[in-house]
């Protein structure tokens, strides 16, 4: 396998077109099918499947796309750290849980682009599972979850800030009547559950389990927003970071429950893969996210270990 090969595999990916690309490289279209054909038969698979003049990935090529965009990037952070270059670019890929990228990842962004332009950032949405994988090959370059710790050996992790978790409901629902909401009051509640914000939700199952709480309706959804919705429209209860209902709260339309247990302090970690190097341009995304987490207003006093307060 040859970086031409790959550069070649990836702009007829891109474009769809073997002749487009050969025009866009200054090879003949023949050398690009070449160039392609030695790809398949290196891996014993098809890369593509030809639909008249037409060209589509298959799923094989789906997946190889993603290792070459990343190759591609770190041949050109190569060459530009070897010559003298000293902006970082080529491009990151990120998994974030929801609520951070809402409500606290635009800052951040907005600081590493203003130095950073020549870098392209993509964010995918969170998802605990197959994290430490993905992390390992390559696939994605960095991860942020709100969880208590991260367990995998691995894995290393920084914590850039903190979060505080709590019931909410709609202001008519029956629990937000209450003076204290004990935990057995969630009993047969139905409790809407994001898939998207990954861990945090975990801690509040198992104090549910710890209470031996079983009789209750989940509903898990793969939006925030929809969860807020959902609970404004009197459906049910959830668990969510404070952050990311206080302007639903302020203006009433929404409320915190006063649970016996105390809200759930979480951290934000920044996770990386411990034995992979760490590139200029990764670096640079973690130093302005601390720099910029840093100066954002995390005043309250956190449990670290992310238990209830």
């Not at 994605?140 to 800030?161: N, Y």
């Not at 759930?264 to 992979?276: C, E, F, S």
Request: hydrophobic share 40%; glycine share 6%.
């Amino acid at each position: 396998m040859e970086i031409r090969q790959l550069r070649s595999f990836r702009t007829v990916a891109n474009l769809l077109s073997f002749n487009k690309a050969a025009v866009k490289l200054h090879y003949s279209q023949s050398n690009i099918s070449a160039q392609i054909q030695a790809l398949e038969e290196e891996f014993g698979v098809r890369l593509f499947d030809r639909l008249g003049r037409r060209v589509q990935l298959t799923e094989t090529g789906v997946q190889l796309l993603q290792y070459a965009n990343k190759i591609m990037d770190l041949v050109e952070e190569t060459h530009a750290e070897v010559t003298g270059g000293k902006e970082p670019r080529g491009s990151l890929s990120i998994r974030i849980p929801e609520t951070f990228g809402t409500h606290r990842l635009p800052p951040v962004v907005k600081e590493f682009h203003s130095r950073f332009p020549k870098v392209q950032l993509n964010f995918i949405t969170c998802a605990h599972e197959g994290l430490e994988k993905d992390l390992r090959t390559g696939l994605i370059d960095l991860a942020f979850l709100l969880a208590e710790s991260i367990q995998t050996a691995g894995l290393a992790a920084e914590t850039v800030g903190f979060e505080s978790v709590a019931i909410i409901a709609g202001p008519d629902h029956p629990l937000a009547k209450k003076r204290i909401v004990h935990t057995r009051d969630l009993t047969g509640e139905t409790i809407l559950l994001s898939k998207v914000d990954c861990s945090y939700r975990k801690i509040f199952e198992q104090i549910l389990e710890q209470e031996e709480i079983h009789g209750y309706n989940r509903l898990e959804f793969h939006s925030v927003e929809a969860i807020k919705r959902s609970i404004m429209a009197g459906v049910g209860i959830t668990v969510l970071p404070e952050i990311a209902v206080a302007e639903e709260v302020a203006q009433k339309r929404l409320v915190i429950l006063p649970w016996s247990e105390g809200k759930i302090d979480v951290a934000t970690l920044m996770i990386w893969y411990r034995d992979r190097w760490i590139s200029p341009t990764m670096k640079a995304f973690m130093e302005v996210t601390k720099k910029v987490m840093a100066q954002a207003d995390m005043s309250h006093t956190p449990v670290a270990t992310g238990k209830r307060k």
